[in-house]
């Protein structure tokens, strides 16, 4: 059996690129939405737990100046502390809070959006932005279309937002959220801007979107924010579409001896799994799938990662077993910061699990004992070996994308540096090699939960370059929606045109 290591190590929970957001205060608009909460926190009591969060993130966090220098992130400090001047209400504070953890442009530093605010607004009839934009090469083109306003197309270039530049327009929406580099800033605003665009603007009524037609010529529309129902009525006007279900499991013999397997995620997602990293099940389905691939001699498989969410290597370790030709792991070691805020988080883990002594948590609290704060640690990984005859011994190829997340990522990475496949489609988003590795601390008045990195995870080739898997094959996504999974069919094409 793979040695397991549990998400406790491999949270790689993400968000959205940090902009440098210097003209951002707090949202003056907070009177036209619901809080969430009714009680109303004085500005000296958040200018006290703005104090602790900075001190907690600089103790706690792996390196908080890795991307924003120390002297920068002062500055910021200063400015956010002086533009309180306002008793806030918990969601307001939150936010205000996460556009400071955002501005270290790191992913797996932040604080989780203001769910429970946001949905009271939407259920109390609240109207949001109803368009959703990809970036693809500094270009904005518009997504999905709740709208219903005739003239918009899906894959038209969105120009500007109320006469701002779209590019200038979205970075205001960027800040609000967590991440490394563009890329990954990009892809998330895809899937969370109407959320994005309400936390930065409030409740709008209506936007003058600029768009470039196919004729090349420009055009303003007025586009009216929608309720929940509007985005319900456009949603039904959409033309039957293919899109990818990120919660599949599927296991498949495809034409030309193409075998086909999209895992799904890497833990257990059936609805009456009572525990969702115990990795019996999928071991299960993963064996009767290699099997009935070795059974129909497949001349090659094709592994689908695609919108997969990720999870925990206990899951994604027996896969690749299964056609690794030697020895592997995703990472050489968790290089871990140790601080109380880490020391305290796991002891609770450990109570949890009644002292278990061979949980990682032990592991880890026996890797801390005696040493100092802010010392750091070397948590070693250890080596995965191949299963036992028989393996999958044809080639294998993994098909990802932007929003390929988590141990996906890791998947690929160990696919692509121990030569074990080819990896083909989009760059990932998220990063080969990481801060992560994910605890929390809670501030003292608020009790605003904050999320930080204690370690460093380098590929198992140990690049330590901020990018995701770049594919030994590129194939994009078409910025428009078809009945058909144009890029699956991409993918079969080239690798049964290489057999």
Partial sequence: MPHRFPSVLLAL?????????NASTIPATEESRPSGAAKLWSADEIRGDLDSLYAQLRSSHYDLFARRARSEYDAEFKRMRGAID????????SKFYQLFVAY???????????????????????????LYMRVVGGKAYLGDDYSGVPGLVQGQEVLEVDGVPVMQWLARMRAHVSGDNDYMGYTQLETQLPLLAWEELGEVPQFQVQVRTSEGKSMVLTVPARDRAGFDAAQARWPARFELDWNQRQATMLKGGLAYLRPGPFYD?????????????????????????????AKALLIDLRDNPGGDNSFSDPMIAWFADKPFHFSEAFDIKISAAAIESNRKRLQDTAGNQDSTSAQLAAAYAGKPLGSRVSFPIPLVSPRPAPRFTAPVYLLVNRHSYSNTVLVAAIAQDYDFGKVLGEETADLASTYG???KFTLPRTGIEVSFPKARILRPSGDPQARGVIPDIAISTPLTANRDDLVLEKAKEIILGLQ
């Fill in 86 to 93: 306002k008793p806030l209400p918990l969601a307001e504070v």
């Fill in 437 to 439: 590795a994910l605890e």
């Fill in 269 to 297: 997602n059936r609805p009456e799994a009572a525990h969702p990293w115990d990795p019996t099940s999928f071991q299960a389905f993963l064996d009767a799938s290699f099997e009935d691939f070795l059974e129909h001699h």
């Fill in 13 to 21: 929970g993400f968000c959205l690129v940090a902009a440098a957001c």
């Fill in 104 to 130: 270290g442009n790191i992913a797996h530093a932040r604080i989780d959006p203001p769910a429970e605010a946001w949905e009271a607004f939407r259920q109390a009839g609240g109207k949001a932005f109803p």
